[in-house]
């Protein structure tokens, strides 16, 4: 049995899920299809590892879909200070940006849940969790999806939004150059005997990258990007705690762990090509980039923002024009991120080097002393 949509989204991520949402808001007859069969509207349990600091664009965008999570788990960053090897450091905040913000950080599965919520009162949007792709065929007209337990979806355009593993990459043909970094990132929660202030903080140590990101309450989550994750999720909870407060000089008092560390390898992806005949690629699928600046997923965000906004006027929404016109629009804004967050990697990982630190110590600091250039700089990391 065939099934007809306007649109099929492979990955019910975030950014997949912002996106079957925004379509299935214009009148969109949409299918989501997800790999897992978890019940992704329940789950707000525990506390989630996984946090992203959402930027002021990011936020209006899920705010549009009435799919911005509760406010009583989610931290605000309204001032960072950066903390370079040896003297440099830079201080900003939400006065430098224009901005109620600089973002918010807020956990993956309070995310989702919002989203999935949403997803489950929007008509248009057929969730099809535990589902798998199993076969892709396209034509002039449309792209034909088979799943794994034999039915088939078709629609004009198909979007693969199925992570940096992406199965609709591999199944389309696009090549993708992988750089690893050598690195993984480290992530956990801590309660904080000081309150945090609403401030992040990252330190640069030469051989890695630790950043303290505010949570609701006198809660932190952290990303250590570290050649030696092992050094970290080896410890026991209460050794983790005292590592993690110690690195950061103590500045909060003592921590408590409330989520045990968990290591993921960093890549910088970059596929030949973000659209194909019929479908195109959105967030991981179509980009990674080092989290040292967060934007990974808020790349994502803008990606499921710019192509249901193209759709939204559209009568053929996988016509190729309208396809080209989205790889197009996107490419700046992901090119300049990728490249500012490993041309960051290579500045703050560079040994060999004569002068290499004393270079990026004092450009820390004195873009910190100029004020003009401060402020476009924080404005452009935080999407405005």
Same mark, same amino acid.
């Given at each position: ?5 306007? +649109? ?42 996984? &946090? ?10 899920? =705010? ?9 788990? &989610? ?9 370079? =090897? ?27 849940? #919002? ?32 799943? =794994? ?18 199965? *609709? ?50 809660? +932190?989550? +952290? *990303? ?12 026991? =909870? ?41 479908? #195109?690629?959105?967030?991981? #699928? ?32 996988? #016509? ?65």
């Amino acid at each position: 049995m065939t099934r007809h949509y306007d +649109i099929i989204v492979v990955g019910g991520g975030l950014v997949g899920a912002s996106l079957a949402l925004a379509l299935g808001r214009q009148g969109r007859r949409v299918a989501l299809v997800e790999g897992q069969d978890a019940r992704f509207d329940d789950l707000r349990t525990g506390w989630d590892p996984r &946090v992203y600091a959402v930027s002021p664009a990011n936020r209006a965008f899920l =705010d549009s879909l009435s799919a911005w999570p509760d406010m009583e788990r &989610v931290g605000v960053i309204e001032a960072m200070r950066v903390r370079g =090897d040896t003297h440099g450091l830079i201080e900003f905040d939400r006065h430098d940006a224009g901005s109620e913000a600089l973002a918010w950080i807020a956990e993956n599965r309070w995310m989702l849940a #919002a989203l999935w919520r949403r997803l489950g009162e929007e008509p248009g949007v057929e969730r099809l969790t535990g589902a798998r792709p199993a076969g892709l065929e396209r034509s002039e007209l449309k792209a034909a999806l088979t799943l =794994d337990d034999g039915s088939v979806l078709e629609a004009p355009l198909l979007v693969g939004a199925d992570g940096a593993n992406s199965w *609709v990459r591999r199944e389309i043909g696009v090549e993708a150059s992988v750089k690893p970094y050598g690195q993984s990132g480290v992530v956990a929660n801590f309660e904080c005997e000081k309150h945090h202030g609403n401030i992040a903080r990252q330190w640069f140590f030469g051989d890695s990258v630790l950043a303290w990101l505010p949570m609701a309450g006198n809660r +932190i989550s +952290i *990303v250590w990007s570290t050649f030696q994750p092992e050094r970290l999720t080896e410890l026991d =909870d209460a050794e983790l705690a005292h590592v993690v407060a110690g690195a950061g000089g103590g500045e909060l008092g003592a921590f408590t762990t409330l989520t045990s560390a968990v290591a993921f390898p960093l890549r910088l992806i970059r596929p030949d090509a973000t659209v194909s005949r019929r479908v #195109a690629l959105a967030g991981d #699928a179509a980009h990674t980039v080092h989290p040292l600046a967060g934007q990974g997923v808020n790349l994502g965000f803008q990606d499921a923002a710019t192509l249901a906004g193209l759709i939204g006027g559209a009568g053929d929404p996988g #016509a190729w024009m309208l396809l080209r016109r989205y790889e197009r629009d996107r490419r700046e804004a992901v090119r300049t991120m990728q490249m500012a967050c490993d041309g960051l990697f290579t500045l703050f990982h560079g040994r060999d080097v004569p002068g290499l630190a004393w270079l990026r110590n004092t450009g820390l600091s004195l873009t910190n002393r100029l004020a003009p250039v401060k402020r476009q700089f924080v404005r452009h990391a935080i999407g405005f």
